[in-house]
């Protein structure tokens, strides 16, 4: 798997649970089947919270399907096994402090309660320590969520602008995005997305990640070329890249999880 890829163009797809008839994304042991028109073969990935993903061209019988994943089964089991190694530990929540490793800011969470539209305001107490005081406990999960995109946005977008002046590439816009498997992509048409989970991990990883989407601008592949470009203007791109792959444990399980 690597850190990026294109921004996919691809038409909608129906995902579904072949063995039962339905999608059930909360189940990661048991494959979910997306079909993809852009597909021309079968192909599974295992993602960094050990789901399990199909993708097969359109009109592939079921049979098949069942079939590919036999033949893969082993390989799937040993990079489930790998990701749920990999994986944070259960968390209560809402978690007692957020951190960002990114900048080191930090924050007390302090839930105020009462219902409503959720607010988040960030302070500091007497000593200077930071306090992240919410109300709208009911929204309090999507609530954080949404402030972790503003606050990702906050602090990502400058990184980008900056590393763009220094390596003198151009670039459109940023867009931020809270996913699974991905860090970031580069588009055709000079969009960098990026991961909010960026925010908690190490800055140098994340000015890699940065000057990696920003080479893709020229480069929209991985050449010998992009990686001469990307070694240009970070040596050490390659200690970087191995540590953002196991970035996902730096995640907290809140971000994603539901419960």
Known sequence: MTTSDREDAESPSLQFDFLRGENNPGDTA????????????????????????????????????????????????????????????????PP???SFALTGEGWKLHVAGGAGKFRAKAVDDADGRGIL?????????????????????????????????????????????????RWGSCSVRGTISLNACLLFQRAEVVDYLIVHELMHV???NHSSRFWQAVERHCPQWRMLDRELLQGWRNVPRWVFSES
């Open 218 to 220: 020229g480069h929209m």
């Open 30 to 93: 048991r494959p979910q089947i997306r079909v993809s028109a852009r597909a021309r073969r079968l192909a599974v990935r295992v993602y960094p919270d050990a789901r399990v993903e199909v993708v097969v061209p359109p009109r592939v019988r079921p049979r098949d399907i069942e079939l590919f994943i036999s033949q893969h089964r082993e390989w799937i089991d040993d990079k489930r096994a790998a990701a749920l190694a990999r994986r944070p530990p259960p968390e209560a929540f």
């Open 133 to 181: 005081s919410v109300g709208g406990a009911g929204n309090l999960r999507p609530g954080l969520r949404a402030w972790l995109m503003r606050a990702a946005r906050d602090r990502l977008e400058p990184r980008v602008a900056a590393l763009a002046a220094r390596t003198g590439v151009p670039y459109s816009r940023v867009s931020i995005r809270r996913q699974r498997s």
């Open 96 to 98: 007692e402090r957020i």
